[in-house]
């Protein structure tokens, strides 16, 4: 068998890396990153209002950036033996398109219109908007939402897209349709961007766009009419087939062949989320929770669906056949801030400083600052009286999502330092994380070991240490620095025809595992009391203090 290469493309919240495999052995070739400049400089955000925008053009700018370092680390040899690109990326992240499939922020008029950019899967401007697709969807004949955990969320598709239709006419105007991320990078390395016929991606279609077998495709034009007249057709100008990602999009077009310096012929694959090919570069098996720790969460799950396919599990991201696995249900949580929570309280130490005594010793505190809080936070005690932090600094998407809850923090006094209070913070992840574990338990599906991959789970072991204790599990931590580059390299490898399915693509391209965190029965012990009081200030701060604000001030 002669040396056969893939390309995984990672698309994060910050910047995008691509990673060169050897699809025969695992070996890597060749691995870079790029940020997205005009992210860095905060353009066409407002955490305010919690909008979060990203330009087309910091997408394209950085994959061929990104893809041209990365090989450019390998021997001249390899490029011309590239088979396959496979593309994953955040979501929900969608954006507007005109009849053509470009992104309207890639038009003149368009180009400094946040509406007109990709919505990124952290932005809530459309509370109000899920709200009420969860009443009609809950009141109507069919429960379009009974898929998806019974709750809609503001992070997905339908949201987005009516809150823009709501508010900017010029977009309402110009969208013919709209595209996934996943599928529109994967679409375009194809040039064949059209938004009637390429193809979309069964994972992202199914955990975000209410789509299902069941309904024939999307939910009805008549749903989608009375949830708002301005929705009317336009379910006809999207999709009603998706495709797993072990298929292939299509051939790289000409132009992008050349951009990279690669064969005309290699296969594009159909696209996905990020935590989605994470899990599978991180081996996840049936029944094994695969959390994607960075500054969210994504919690995997995949099960036969002849074991599990006939629950309707309350609460989750959804239960898609085929979108992790194909062949398999995939089951997704997970939770709107995590590593997200200590760069808050980083921020919240540094800026002062920075104010005060200038940007480099700012700078200098910022990269020593949370290592720091940990070496300490590790060295404290866990007692029944330890603070407790509730993690909803972003809202929850994972159990019953809500993405107009607050943080807090309970039980502080004149002896909570900033190492006690981050330990708190680094605990209410972890209890976080635990309530979706028992959330499946309870709705009947059972999980036998918790894998981890991610920044936070290579960085820092402290947290990593704290989450086996508190879910009372062992937690494996994939060897890969970039588990979910190297998933989508190996759905690369099945679409291009190097590997006839998924498994034997793992069986030869994985790294396996490198760190085992197993829990300490005595800190255990503590955590399940502190847990529980942990929910009962969840419960507080939900049906009492923000009721009891919102009234005051409505």
Request: charged letters at 20%; hydrophobic letters at 40%.
């Amino acid at each position: 068998m002669g040396e056969n290469y893939v390309i995984g493309i990672d698309f994060g919240t910050d910047s995008v890396r691509a990673l060169v495999v050897n699809a025969n052995t695992g070996e890597q070739a060749g691995t870079a990153v790029r940020e997205y400049p005009r992210w860095k400089q905060g353009k066409y955000c407002d955490a305010s209002v919690s909008q979060f925008r990203q330009h087309p053009l910091d997408y394209l700018d950085s994959l061929e950036g990104a893809v041209r370092d990365a090989l450019g680390q390998a021997s001249p040899a390899v490029r011309q033996k590239v088979r396959g690109i496979s593309v994953d990326t955040t979501g929900s992240t969608p954006v507007a398109v005109d009849r053509n499939g470009t992104p309207l922020a890639l038009l003149p008029e368009f180009a400094e219109n946040p509406n007109g950019m990709f919505i990124l899967w952290k932005d809530h401007t459309a509370n109000a908007e899920a709200e009420e697709i969860n009443r009609l969807a809950h009141n109507y004949d069919i429960d379009f939402t009974k898929y998806v955990g019974g709750i809609y969320s503001s992070e997905w598709f339908w949201a987005k897209i009516l809150r823009t239709l709501r508010v900017d006419e010029a977009v309402r105007e110009n969208a013919f349709s709209w595209v996934e991320h996943c599928d529109w990078v994967s679409a375009e390395l194809t040039g064949i961007t059209d938004p009637l016929l390429l193809k979309r991606s069964r994972c992202a279609a199914g955990h975000k766009a209410l789509w299902h077998q069941d309904f024939d495709g999307l939910p009805s034009n008549t749903f989608f009419k009375e949830l708002d007249p301005l929705l009317d057709g336009l379910r006809d100008r999207l999709f009603a087939d998706t495709e797993t990602s072990d298929r292939p999009m299509g051939t790289i077009s000409k132009e992008w062949a050349a951009k990279l310096g690669i064969p005309a012929d290699v296969v594009i694959g159909v696209g996905a989320f990020d935590a989605h090919m994470g899990a599978v570069g991180a081996l996840i098996e049936p029944y094994s929770l695969c959390k994607v720790i960075g500054t969210s969460t994504c919690d995997m799950l995949v099960a036969p669906n002849e074991e599990v396919g006939h629950l309707l599990i309350k609460g989750i991201c959804g239960q898609v056949d085929g979108s992790i696995v194909p062949g398999m249900l995939g089951m997704e949580a997970g939770q709107s801030a995590f590593g997200d929570i200590y760069a808050w309280f980083s921020k919240l130490i540094v800026e002062p400083v920075r104010a005060l005594l200038g940007e480099e010793e700012a700078s200098e505190l910022s990269q020593r600052l949370i290592p720091h809080l940990a070496e300490q936070a590790a060295k404290l005690p866990v007692t029944p009286n330890d603070i407790i932090a509730i993690d909803w600094l972003n809202g929850r998407r994972t159990p019953d999502a809500n993405h107009t809850l607050k943080g807090g923090l309970l039980g502080l006094n004149l002896a909570s330092d900033s190492t006690r209070v981050f330990k708190a913070l680094v605990e209410a992840t972890a209890y976080g994380s635990k309530a979706i574990v028992e959330r499946f338990r309870n709705e009947g599906v059972p999980i036998h070991q918790v894998i981890a991959i991610g920044g936070v789970a290579k960085k820092s072991a402290f947290v990593m240490q704290t989450l086996a204790d508190v879910l009372n599990m062992p937690i494996k931590v994939a060897a890969s620095e970039q588990a979910c580059a190297l998933g989508a390299a190996m759905f690369a490898s099945v679409a291009a025809g190097v590997h006839s399915n998924l498994q034997d693509a793992q069986g030869a391209m994985s790294s396996g595992f490198d760190a085992v965190y197993e829990p300490r029965e005595a800190q255990s012990a503590v955590y399940q009391q502190l847990y529980q009081r942990y929910l009962e200030a969840g419960v507080y701060i939900e049906n009492d203090f923000l009721q009891k604000a919102h009234l005051q001030f409505s």
